[in-house]
Nanobody, 127 residues
Framework: QVRLVESGGGSVQAGGSLRLSCVVSGNMFSRNCVGWFRQAPGKERERVGLIHTSGTMSYYEDTVKGRFTISQENANNTVYLQMNSLKPEDTAIYYC????????????????????WGQGTQVTVSS
């Protein structure tokens, strides 16, 4: 069974940066779609972006494009979410999720049935 462990949340002032980590274990690291999601209080969970861990593609929602970057480190089976130019509206609990995907491109316009989720990590951005 795939297990995801997140770390790296915290509090930062607007304009600052944070990096979240998601360690993936339990399957072959290079054949996963790993998505990052967030949920703010009183709001529905929303996708931030995703990556295929073969390194072939990544995708970002418009709300974070140009500010957030998803990357991976194969040696440590880790996917990162680098968040720059943070805004108060980025405040949320952030989750990573994974699903094994044998194609080289993760779907971006249709929902993926992620079957493993991290525990979530709080990101708070103050103005």
């Amino acid at each position: 069974q795939v297990r995801l462990v997140e770390s790296g949340g915290g509090s930062v002032q607007a304009g600052g940066s944070l990096r979240l980590s998601c360690v993936v274990s339990g399957n072959m690291f290079s054949r996963n779609c790993v998505g990052w999601f967030r949920q703010a209080p009183g709001k529905e969970r929303e996708r931030v972006g995703l990556i295929h861990t073969s390194g072939t593609m990544s995708y970002y929602e418009d709300t974070v494009k140009g500010r957030f970057t998803i990357s991976q480190e194969n040696a440590n089976n880790t996917v990162y979410l680098q968040m720059n130019s943070l805004k108060p509206e980025d405040t949320a609990i952030y989750y990573c999720a994974a699903v094994e995907w044998f194609g080289l491109a993760c779907p971006t316009t249709t929902p993926l049935n992620y079957d493993s989720w991290g525990q979530g990590t709080q990101v708070t951005v103050s103005s």
